[in-house]
């Protein structure tokens, strides 16, 4: 469902994300971790359209950007890691935006936002956006994706401000898209979800893919024999060090 072909982005003479490969199949939700200035967000910029990529291809259920960007984006959800919505709109006109330009069904679009609403307790879609906090604004942006149903959700940091309600919901409403078929990519800094909700996960380091696989399969790249994500997330990103250091301070 996604595929990236030995997909580059240089910003002038600096490659921020170097030739990495791709494959995540339905049903199934990938982790994508990495320090910061990793290269994670550029990554989701060109998997989602919204960056053209130096070389390489990414291919959505099998089609490019090139020849049918807006097949691609009908059928994709992202939810970016900094929320941008127009602040002077409602959440319902927001909301009421979405609708029109995927051309949902609006009865079933606003069963499944009610749903959702009550799910995640929001219950402020008459103010205006830009009297939202950060997570409110979050929330709305996961319920204007969740309410679409896409095939393919991408989520950049999809945790930062919501709070542990809001998170569980999250966490199990992914897993139950999951079992339903969608194909879902998400980068974190909380290896706990990495750990807990993704069937395979990927490290990217300095632009490059530097492991990939099940949770079993990176505790085998561990020197150390740590069963931990935490370790051998520092192990491979030179983190350990780090640990000595504080030790001196
Ligand atoms: N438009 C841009 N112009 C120049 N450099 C950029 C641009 N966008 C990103 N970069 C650089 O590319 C590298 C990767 O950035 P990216 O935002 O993809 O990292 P990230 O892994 O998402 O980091 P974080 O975890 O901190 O959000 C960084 O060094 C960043 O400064």
Redesign the pocket.
């Known amino acids: 469902m996604i595929k990236a072909i030995n997909l580059t982005k240089r ?1 002038k003479d ?1 490659t ?1 994300v170097d030739s990495i490969n791709l494959l995540i199949k339905p049903g199934e939700i990938y982790g994508f971790l ?10 989701i910029r060109m998997l989602t359209g919204t960056l053209k990529p130096t070389s390489g291809e990414v291919l959505i259920m099998e089609k490019s950007y090139k020849d049918y960007e807006l097949e691609i984006k009908r059928n994709i959800g992202v939810v970016p ?1 900094e929320p941008k919505m127009y602040e002077n709109l409602k959440g319902s006109e927001f909301i009421e935006f979405i609708i029109n330009v995927y051309k949902l069904d609006p009865k079933e679009a606003y069963n499944r936002f009610e749903e959702i609403c009550e799910a995640f307790n929001i219950d402020y879609i008459n103010n205006f956006i830009g009297d939202y906090s950060h997570g409110m604004k979050q929330k709305l942006m996961v319920a204007s994706v969740l309410m679409r149903k896409p095939k393919v959700i991408f989520l950049d ?1 999809p945790t930062v401000g919501l709070d542990a309600k809001a998170t569980k919901i999250l966490k199990e409403i992914l897993h139950k898209y999951k079992e339903e078929g969608c194909c879902i990519f998400l ?1 974190t ?1 909380i290896l706990e979800i990495a750990e807990k909700m993704c069937d395979r996960i990927g490290i ?1 380091d300095h ?1 490059r893919i530097i492991a990939e696989g099940t949770l079993e399969e990176l505790r085998t790249l561990s020197k150390t024999g740590s069963t931990s994500l935490e370790d051998i997330f520092l192990e491979l990103t030179g983190g350990e060090e780090i640990m000595d250091i504080i030790k001196d301070l």
């Open positions: 910003f600096f921020a990495g320090p910061n200035g990793a290269g994670k967000t550029t990554t890691d940091e980068t800094h990217i632009g």
